[in-house]
């Protein structure tokens, strides 16, 4: 039975796509929820992808979302499962005024 790691992340996203979360090597992830809440008191944008290394294809999750002022929104209904070296990256209209939280599980794959 794999070693089973719950962790809950937490990033600002910025003007530049940039990695929010990568799956570690030897590892599978779940992420459970993916969270994002715009802190500012005008709306924003953001886009969310998923990088699958396996075949080296970026996927859209969010693209270009307004998120309202103060607000917050869920991103996630079931579960993403992504593999090593998987990874979430994000980016937003304006540095520092948005945050993604995310939820999930990470297994250790000793088959891997």
Not at 5 to 31: E, G, M, Q
């Amino acid at each position: 039975m794999p070693e089973r790691k719950r962790r809950t992340l937490a990033a600002v996203l910025t003007t530049s796509n940039a990695d929010v979360y990568t799956v570690p090597a030897r590892f599978n992830s779940d992420v459970n929820s993916i969270y994002v809440n715009n802190q500012a008191s005008s709306a924003v944008t953001f886009s969310l992808d998923w990088y699958e290394a396996s075949t080296t294809t970026y996927h859209t999750l969010a693209e270009t979302v307004e998120l309202p002022a103060n607000s917050l929104l869920q991103i996630t209904d079931y579960p993403l499962f992504l593999s090593k070296n998987d990874k979430i990256r994000g980016l937003s209209s304006a540095s520092s005024s948005v945050n993604i939280s995310i939820s999930l599980e990470e297994y250790y794959e000793t088959a891997l």
